[in-house]
């Protein structure tokens, strides 16, 4: 039994008095940090929450600049782990944990998996990666302290998570959605039939911006319930906002961050059902506590009650982070329209990259696909249909106009870790 139910449910009133003593306590805690020695000085303790405003904002950039160690606010005896972010220039992004950090972080990923119906009869193949990437880890702590039977089998290798999914009968699965899709193409190679041969029942499908067609996608292709789960390294990991079985947004763990959204230019707060970028203080953070942290996902806060009675506010699902959007001749992109674009069109594949060029000093977009062999069986003629459609209907999404080539199945590049979608070949970008 994992339901925490005077947490979840907690008053609102209580809560937000519970983190506001949180977020007092971080303050000063934080104050023992090279970083934020300074820049927390003049700050005297905070009367409501509405003067977490006065609080300076902390970006992955600040974390960057103090590496290794200026973020660190305990000593070094107490620190028994550190993740580090994904990012692929300068220095990297660490994030220290003590040994009540870990246990928190493995409280609310159990609390998640449990609101979403995974129980500890359960058999869990967690194929997220393990090391630095908070994703394999994260889980795999909440898993065994749901008590569930985890698996920390890693990512890749098809083959092998379809024969350990038959011989140990694994019923929930934590996953890439982007590798979901792919691992449906092995089932498909080799003949699995997902009802008869497996007994899936849940996946936890997160770390990348998806839409709610890959969702629809993911748990059609498996027949199971897919709960999009959402996290990030500099908070801790997978865990800090999930889906519950209404499937109606992200509870964001209020007792564990405290979640405002600001305007993505100005930086002012936006009330509650406007979208802006997502800033998190951590609540209950020992080794490194992080004030207004600029996640640069673009969400917004549903504070409307959910039909489940928890209290915890819901973000909505991620659509995209400031730094995905693609400028073309002044039109503003995100690839997440471009997803939903294909994805409504079944003969196309599911696979697909974003190429973005120059032509005579105008920006273009091109757009790869992988064509479905299942669902597409038709002529030369019938595929030039198929393209004119799908720029069509892309045209339509976003007011540009693509080029739509379509590729072999299985011949676009595949990594193991998050997919890149955005390949950007503009000589002036
Ligand atoms: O991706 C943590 C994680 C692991 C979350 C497994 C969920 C499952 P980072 O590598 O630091 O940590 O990347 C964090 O990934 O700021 C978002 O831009 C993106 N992201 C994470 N979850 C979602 C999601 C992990 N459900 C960054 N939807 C975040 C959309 C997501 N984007």
Known sequence: MFWQKEIETQNKENLRKFQLECINKQIALARNSQFYKDKL??????NSLEEVRKLPFTTKQDLRDSFPYGCLATDLKN?????????????PTVI??????????????????????????????????Y??????????????????????????NSKRQLWFMQHFK???????????????????ELGIDVKKDLNLKIFFIGAEPHSEAMRKKIEELYDVKAFNSYGLSEISGPGIAFECPYQDGLHIWEDYVYPE??????????????????????????????????????????????????THRRIARITART??????????????????????????????????????????LRVKIEINNETFKGTLKDLEILQNKLVNELKQELDVTPVVQFVESGSLPVTEGKAKRVIDLRTKK
Not at 108 to 129: E, K, L, V
Not at 131 to 155: A, C, D, N, Q, V
Request: with cysteine.
């Open 261 to 310: 959204i600001v305007d993505s230019k100005t930086f002012e707060p936006l009330p509650d059902g406007q979208e802006g970028e997502l800033v998190l203080t951590t609540l209950q953070r020992q080794a490194m506590p992080l004030m207004r942290y600029r996640t640069k996902d673009l969400t917004k806060i549903i504070s409307e009650p959910c039909k489940c009675g928890r």
């Open 79 to 91: 620190v028994v782990r550190m993740h580090s972010s994904s990012g692929t220039t300068g220095n």
């Open 41 to 46: 000085a003049n700050i005297d303790k905070l």
């Open 323 to 364: 730094d995905d959007m693609m400028i073309i001749n002044g039109v503003n992109i995100f690839p997440i329209q471009i997803e939903k674009t294909i994805l409504s069109v079944p003969e196309a594949g599911k696979n697909y990259i974003i190429e973005l060029f120059d032509n005579n000093c105008m920006d273009k």
């Open 170 to 188: 694994t019923t929930v699965v934590h996953i890439l959605p982007s590798y979901a899709l792919r691992l449906s193409g092995t089932i498909k």
């Open 96 to 129: 220290f944990h003590t040994k009540d950090d870990i246990a928190n972080w493995a409280n609310i990923s159990a609390r998640s998996m449990y609101m979403a119906g995974a129980r500890n009869t359960d058999i869990f193949q967690n194929t997220m990666g």
């Open 131 to 156: 090391g630095l990437f908070s994703g394999g880890l994260g889980f795999h702590y909440g898993g065994e302290r749901l008590g569930m039977l985890t698996i920390p089998i890693g990512p890749g």
